[in-house]
């Protein structure tokens, strides 16, 4: 683990639905170490700068929350929230951490979705480090020759995120910035959401660092 840089938070969204993955919620499915996907993601943003790791959990998912709570050993740098009106879509969450951004006073923000269980700490860290050099308002991964997720969003950007509606999230904010937009390019297969029945046998399938 990296010496942590002060005034970062990172949250992982983990409020969704889950409704392309059937009966199966994405979030609970293991690689081939038995390891669930959340707690793949939440090792890797854990073991990365950032001073904090807030994770944004739908209500009534006891077994989701369960996965944070059983990573105690990371202390008071691990928090979850519920986001009780998560089913109107990944805006809502957003909007949970973007708020939880602006109580701790943090200087930027670094969006993790909890389904893109390959991202490594080193890029993350790579994310969060070139934003504190340049100060640019986002950091984006590179994906396909456009910005992609995982993202860091300076402070300078919290109000105009919190006007962001429905189920989606940046994305208009950031086509808006065009140029301003640092990206780092990074290997496409890191980059991968695991959301559907197909994609979850594959992910049963690998066998990531163990978390």
Known sequence: M??????TLAIVLAAGQSSRTGAQHKLLAPDATG???????????LCSAAAHV????PPDR????????????????????????AASGLSASLHAGVRAAQAM?????????????????????????EQHTTQAPVVAAQRNGRPGNPVVW?????TQLLTVTGDQGGR???????????????????LEDFDT????AQFARMAPPAC
Do not use: K, W
């Not at 208009?172 to 890191?190: F, H, K, M, T």
């Open 2 to 7: 990296v010496a942590e840089l002060a005034g």
């Open 154 to 158: 300076s402070s300078a950007l919290f």
């Open 35 to 45: 390891c669930p996907m959340l707690a793949r993601t939440l090792h890797n943003t």
């Open 197 to 200: 029945p197909d994609r979850l």
């Open 54 to 57: 807030l994770v944004l959990l």
């Open 105 to 129: 006073q943090a200087s930027s923000l670094l969006v993790c979705l909890g389904d893109m269980p390959l991202v490594p700490t080193h890029l993350l860290n790579a994310l969060l480090y």
């Open 172 to 190: 208009q904010i950031l086509r808006a910035l065009g140029p301003a937009v640092r990206l780092l390019p990074a290997p496409a297969d890191l």
């Open 62 to 85: 006891s077994d989701l929350a369960a996965i944070p709570h059983a990573m105690a050993a990371y202390g008071t740098r691990l928090s979850t929230r519920q986001v009780d009106n």
